[in-house]
C-alpha cells in the first residue's frame, strides 16, 4: 500500500492509498487476509494504535518498523535487544520506544502475532547515508556540492559512526521473520556488521566522485541551535555512536549477512541518481 508515486516490482499488487486514511483502507481490505503486514510508516503511539487495530484484523503477523534509536546512546558499547532505553532529548526515540510499549499491550489477548524490527542507518537508491539531509530522494544534493567544491558541514570531527547497511541487506532480514515462530513477540536488531563514521562515509564519497570534499567543521551544539526541527537528531542522533549488535537476527535467520560494504553501496546509489539524471 502506497500512494502510487513509486513503480512496485513484478508480481507484487499495489494498492494505492495515503497510510493514516484508515477507512479507504479497511474498504480495500474488506474480506482479505494476509500472512503479514509490515509497517514502516508509525511515529507515534496514535499512528501505531491506528495501524494495529486495523491492520491486525487483516494479518496473522504485524511486524513493526521500529528503530535502532530506541537506545540510549549516552550509556557506551554495542546495544542487543535488551539494552538500556530511551534517549530523551531526540523525540524521536522516544516516540518509538512508547509506541513498542503500546504495540506490546495491544497485542495481549489478540490473535495478530507480533514483531518489532529495529533498523539503524540503512541506506538505497535514494539516501546517502550522512547525517542531517534532504528529504530522500534529493541526497544527490551532498555529491552535487562535492562536485562543485562546494563545502559540506562535517559536525563533531566526524568520528561518530553507526552500523550502516544497504536496504537489499536488510531486506533478507526482515522477510525471514514473515511467518517465523521464533519471531514472534521479539524485537530484532537488523543493522549492518560495518560501523562506519561518517569521516569514512566523506572518505568514500570523495574517491568515487573524483573530487576530495570540502569541510567545514561546527560543533554540534551550534549546528542544532541554527537548525532547531533537527535539534534532537543532531544532538541525540548523529553526535552519538550508535553501536548495534545483529546477532539475534542472525540466529534466528540463518539468510542474514550482509554482504554490500560501505563503498560498493554508495556507489550503488550514486549510480542510480546518475540514471535518474
Known amino acids: 500500500i502506497n500512494r502510487g508515486k513509486r513503480t512496485v516490482p513484478k508480481g507484487a499488487e499495489l494498492l494505492v492509498g495515503e497510510c493514516h486514511q484508515y477507512e479507504a483502507i479497511e474498504s480495500m481490505l474488506a474480506g482479505?487476509?494476509?500472512?503479514?503486514?509490515?509497517?514502516?510508516?508509525?511515529?507515534t503511539t496514535g499512528e501505531l494504535r491506528n495501524s494495529f487495530m486495523l491492520y491486525s484484523r487483516h494479518c496473522s503477523q504485524y511486524i513493526y518498523i521500529s528503530s535502532c534509536a530506541v537506545y540510549d546512546t549516552r550509556i557506551k558499547g554495542v546495544k542487543s535487544e535488551n539494552a538500556a532505553k530511551v534517549l530523551p532529548i531526540w523525540k524521536y526515540s522516544a516516540d518509538k520506544w512508547n509506541s513498542e510499549v503500546l504495540l506490546a499491550d495491544l497485542a495481549v489477548g489478540s490473535p495478530c502475532r507480533i514483531t518489532v524490527v529495529r533498523p539503524s542507518v540503512t541506506y538505497g537508491d535514494t539516501r546517502?547515508?550522512?547525517?542531517?539531509?534532504?528529504?530522500y530522494g534529493y541526497h544527490w544534493t551532498l555529491a552535487a556540492r562535492i562536485l562543485a567544491g562546494k563545502p559540506i558541514i562535517r559536525w563533531n570531527g566526524g568520528v561518530n559512526r553507526c552500523n550502516m547497511m544497504r536496504v537489499e541487506d536488510f531486506a533478507v532480514g526482515c522477510v525471514g521473520l514473515i511467518g517465523n515462530p521464533r519471531a514472534y513477540g521479539e524485537a530484532f536488531n537488523i543493522c549492518g556488521d560495518e560501523m562506519p563514521s561518517f569521516?569514512?562515509?566523506?572518505a568514500v564519497l570523495s574517491d568515487l566522485l573524483g573530487k576530495k570534499a570540502i569541510v567545514v567543521d561546527v560543533s554540534s551544539e551550534f549546528y542544532a541551535k541554527e537548525f532547531p526541527s533537527k535539534a534532537g537528531e543532531i544532538l541525540g542522533g548523529r553526535s552519538l555512536d550508535s553501536l548495534n549488535s545483529n546477532k539475534k537476527i542472525k540466529s534466528v535467520v540463518s539468510a542474514f549477512n550482509p554482504t554490500i560494504g560501505l563503498r560498493k553501496g554508495i556507489a550503488q546509489t550514486l549510480d542510480a541518481y546518475k540514471r535518474q539524471n
Do not use: H, S
Open 32 to 43: 482479505r487476509k494476509f500472512d503479514a503486514v509490515i509497517d514502516f510508516l508509525c511515529y
Open 128 to 135: 546517502i547515508p550522512y547525517g542531517i539531509m534532504p528529504p
Open 199 to 202: 569521516n569514512d562515509v566523506t
